[in-house]
T-cell receptor, first 109, second 116 residues
Framework: TQLLEQSPQFLSIQEGENLTVYCNSS?????LQWYRQEPGEGPVLLVT?????EVKKLKRLTFQFGDARKDSSLHITAAQPGDTGLYLCAGAATDKLIFGTGTRLQVFP | EADIYQTPRYLVIGTGKKITLECSQT?????MYWYQQDPGMELHLIHY???????EKGDLSSESTVSRIRTEHFPLTLESARPSHTSQYLCASSDRRQGAFYNEQFFGPGTRLTVL
C-alpha cells in the first residue's frame, strides 16, 4: 500500500513567519500535487511537480519535488491569515491519486 | 474556476433512509471520482469511473454504489444510511487526455452527510 505521510500534522503560527510542510513516501510517484482545502469546501489544486529535483514558485509558496520523486516540500514565506487551511499532497499512481495525511495550518494576525 | 457541482451541500437524515448524492461537471471530463473525508483528515477514494458505463471500487471499502450513465453525471447512492456513514463526500473529475502521469483533479464543494 502506498502511503504519503505529511508533517507536521498541525501548525499554528503568527502572520509574517515562515514555515515548511513535508510530504514523504517510500514509493516513487510519476508526479506530485499540492492542494489547499478551506473548511466546508473541496480541495483546490495549487501546483503539480513532475521532474525529480524540480522547484516551482507560486508567489510566496515554493514547492520542491525530491530527486528520487518520493518526497516533496512546501515552503511558505511570510505567512498571511489567508494561507490558513488544510494542505494536502497527492501522488499520481496509475489512474488514481494517493492523498497525504494532511497538514492543518492556522495563521494568526 | 472548475465547474463541478454537488448537491445537497448538507444533509441530515435518519437511519435506514435511502439517499443519493448528486455530482455534475460541465468540463467534459471522462474520469470522475468519489472520496470520503472525515473533518480535517485525508481523502479516501471510494469509487471512480473512466467514462460512461464504467465504475470501479476505490481503496476504501464502502457500502455505497455509483452509476455513470452520462459523462457529466456521477451520482452516489446509499440504500440504507447508518450513523457510520456520517462524513464529508467529495466528488472530483479529471481530463483523461492528461494521462495517468498528471491526473490533476478538480473537486466539487462536497456534501456533508449526518446520519442520526
Amino acid at each position: 500500500t502506498q502511503l504519503l505521510e505529511q508533517s507536521p500534522q498541525f501548525l499554528s503560527i503568527q502572520e509574517g513567519e515562515n514555515l515548511t510542510v513535508y510530504c514523504n513516501s517510500s514509493s516513487v510517484f510519476s508526479s506530485l500535487q499540492w492542494y489547499r482545502q478551506e473548511p466546508g469546501e473541496g480541495p483546490v489544486l495549487l501546483v503539480t511537480v513532475v521532474t525529480g529535483g524540480e522547484v516551482k514558485k507560486l508567489k510566496r509558496l515554493t514547492f520542491q519535488f525530491g530527486d528520487a520523486r518520493k518526497d516533496s516540500s512546501l515552503h511558505i514565506t511570510a505567512a498571511q491569515p489567508g494561507d490558513t487551511g488544510l494542505y494536502l499532497c497527492a501522488g499520481a499512481a496509475t489512474d488514481k491519486l494517493i492523498f497525504g495525511t494532511g497538514t492543518r495550518l492556522q495563521v494568526f494576525p | 474556476e472548475a465547474d463541478i457541482y454537488q448537491t445537497p451541500r448538507y444533509l441530515v437524515i435518519g437511519t435506514g433512509k435511502k439517499i443519493t448524492l448528486e455530482c455534475s461537471q460541465t468540463m467534459g471530463h471522462d474520469k470522475m471520482y468519489w472520496y470520503q473525508q472525515d473533518p480535517g483528515m485525508e481523502l479516501h477514494l471510494i469509487h471512480y469511473s473512466y467514462g460512461v458505463n464504467s465504475t470501479e471500487k476505490g481503496d476504501l471499502s464502502s457500502e455505497s454504489t455509483v452509476s455513470r450513465i452520462r459523462t457529466e453525471h456521477f451520482p452516489l447512492t446509499l440504500e440504507s444510511a447508518r450513523p457510520s456513514h456520517t462524513s464529508q463526500y467529495l466528488c472530483a473529475s479529471s481530463d483523461r487526455r492528461q494521462g495517468a502521469f498528471y491526473n490533476e483533479q478538480f473537486f466539487g464543494p462536497g456534501t456533508r452527510l449526518t446520519v442520526l
